[in-house]
């Protein structure tokens, strides 16, 4: 892999992330940008005790371009893009709407290709493999600036969960804080190695569905199972079988293994409604362990957390959505209306052949 970091006219960092070490990224933004001044600001919710971003100038973002006018395909001609050359591999770059900025964290943008039209499950193994290598890039930088505490690298896909650029692409986000969502986790963690006398979780979790019927794949290095109390119509966690807490921790076999798994998983998903349905909505997410301290999680280690990727859809059946309603947006206690052994054997009948 080959990394080549670069500014776009208003002051904003681009990454591009080749395959080949001869290629050569010398082009310039020639657009007449002003220099960034988006800001966000963080206030906690004394009830909740979680955080909220505010980032009133996200609402002037692009918002569904047409495709010749697409900010994330290369830039031809005097049809001028977020990146200045004609091609590329994987492209990172700040966000221009970020949802946190400055002292409140950093946004950025994945490209994962520049083919307007493909889909990550579309994508070979060798570039499904230099997207990993991106992630994992990012995250080491992002952890290291003083400001960031939890690395999160994510994919939205399709309009039904609000994508507004159509361009295969995902996010990181660099939180200044722990997420609620990676807080109760740790908290679990805490809990459980105190009531078994130091034993994980994670790995008593993972060994548990690895000896149920809700795995889906199951390779030499990952594991992939439809979790037993899963909130999602089809919900699949994707685990490393050897527990690490970050992308940056991933042997060379498991990161030679990750796009073979993952590029199958997605492309079941875009098969478990049938052929004549569009490609199915979904959300990847991967859980890192946080970068700051733990001590609020008594006798949890950094290393004892696990990495592993969610990925979800909110189809729950052929046109229809699950849509998250009083009980769900209300109190967070979440009705799944797919059984998670159902989802489980779906995904397993449209294995390719």
Same mark, same amino acid.
């Given at each position: =892999?080959?990394?080549?970091?670069?500014?776009? #006219?208003?002051?904003?960092?681009?990454?591009?992330?080749?395959?080949?070490?001869?290629?050569?990224?010398? +082009?310039?933004?020639?657009?007449?940008l002003d220099p960034v001044t988006s800001s966000s600001e963080i206030r906690r919710d004394p009830l909740l005790g979680d955080c909220v971003a505010v980032a009133s100038h996200r609402q002037a973002r692009t918002y569904h371009p047409p495709a010749d006018e697409c900010p994330l395909c290369p830039s %031809?001609?005097?049809?001028?893009?977020?990146? /200045?050359?004609?091609?590329?591999?994987?492209?990172?770059?700040?966000? @221009? !709407?970020p949802s946190l900025a400055g002292d409140a964290g950093r946004c950025e943008v994945v490209c994962f290709t520049s083919?307007?039209? #493909?889909?990550?499950?579309?994508?070979? %193994?060798?570039?499904?493999? $230099? &997207?990993?290598?991106?992630?994992?890039? @990012?995250?080491?930088?992002?952890?290291?600036? /003083?400001? &960031? %505490?939890? *690395?999160?690298? !994510?994919?939205?896909?399709?309009?039904e969960i609000g994508v507004t650029l159509g361009h295969p692409h995902g996010q990181i986000y660099a939180y200044p804080f722990t997420t609620p969502r990676t807080a109760l986790m740790l908290r679990s963690l805490a809990e459980h190695k105190e009531q078994t006398g130091?034993?994980?979780? !994670?790995?008593?979790? $993972?060994?548990? %569905?690895? #000896?149920?019927?809700?795995? *889906?794949?199951?390779?030499?290095?990952?594991?992939?199972?439809?979790?037993?109390? +899963?909130?999602?119509?089809?919900? *699949?966690?994707?685990? /490393? @079988?050897?527990?690490v807490p970050d992308l940056l921790a991933l042997d060379d076999a498991a990161r030679t293994e990750f796009p073979q798994v993952y590029l199958e998983l997605l492309r079941r998903f875009d098969r478990i409604f049938g052929s004549g349905e569009p490609p199915t909505p979904y959300i990847a997410a991967w859980h890192q362990a946080p970068f700051g301290t733990l001590d609020e999680f008594a006798g949890v280690q950094r290393d004892d957390f696990a990495l592993h990727l969610e990925l979800f859809t909110i189809r729950r059946t052929?046109?229809?959505?699950?849509? $998250?309603?009083?009980?769900?947006?209300? =109190?967070?206690?979440?009705?799944n209306d797919v059984p998670p052994e159902t989802a489980a054997e779906r995904l397993r009948e449209v294995a390719s052949s």
């Open positions: =892999m080959k990394k080549t970091s670069t500014r776009l #006219a208003d002051g904003r960092e681009l990454i591009y992330y080749d395959s080949r070490d001869d290629v050569v990224r010398d +082009a310039v933004d020639r657009r007449p %031809e001609g005097d049809r001028l893009s977020e990146i /200045p050359d004609s091609s590329y591999d994987v492209a990172v770059f700040e966000n @221009r !709407f083919d307007h039209d #493909a889909s990550f499950a579309g994508l070979t %193994e060798e570039q499904a493999g $230099l &997207v990993l290598e991106a992630w994992t890039d @990012r995250t080491a930088e992002l952890s290291n600036l /003083p400001s &960031v %505490e939890q *690395v999160f690298c !994510f994919e939205n896909r399709g309009a130091g034993r994980n979780l !994670f790995d008593d979790v $993972l060994a548990e %569905e690895r #000896a149920g019927e809700r795995v *889906v794949i199951e390779g030499d290095h990952w594991v992939a199972f439809v979790p037993y109390a +899963a909130h999602w119509p089809y919900e *699949v966690h994707l685990y /490393p @079988r050897r527990r052929s046109g229809k959505l699950k849509f $998250l309603a009083g009980s769900e947006s209300g =109190m967070n206690v979440f009705i």
